[in-house]
């Protein structure tokens, strides 16, 4: 695994001509996945990194519906705005709107390379945990809370907390996303 403070983001698809876009993927998309994106977009937003947030799940099961309960009980604590969210489901368009893919853990990851079309949009999807700056070599990925207590969307928020800093540094540090 590459050092999370020196990790990369791919490069914008148009040459950053535009707004860096970020797709944030979970399983289910109730959890993780719009934990991380809220708390994602606030970060970006207090840093003045020009960057947009979506996320979505690899399964249909919870589309249109609000992200889990004690997700958003965990944000809000924290002082994210966590009203906002409706699950949505990847799929293969995600890829020309994006310009990169942060997956939650290996299954999510496999899901989503599926279905690239091509080998770009295959590298363009990396661990959401390549950025963690905790994280080791046989910790990269971000634990699903669903089955779980408060404890562990409590848990799973503070190590999205110190990702999503770390992925606004290398936005800012790479030029992907610079500040607006």
Known sequence: MADPRTQTLPPARDGGAATYRIALVCLGNICRSPMAHVVLEHRLAQAGVDASVSSAGTGAWHVGEPMDRRAAVALTAHGYDASRHA???????????????????????????????????????????DFDPRAGTGDRELPDPYFGGDDGFRAVLA????????????????GSGEPG
Request: net charge negative; charged share 25%; proline share 2%.
């Open 159 to 174: 190590v999205i907390e110190r990702t999503a800093a770390a992925i606004v540094a290398a936005l800012a540090r790479d």
């Open 87 to 129: 699950a949505r489901q990847f799929d293969a368009d995600w890829f020309a709107e994006h310009d990169v893919v942060l997956v939650m853990d290996e299954t999510n990851h496999a899901d989503v390379t599926a279905l690239a079309a091509t080998p770009e949009d295959t590298a363009r999807v990396l661990l959401f945990r």
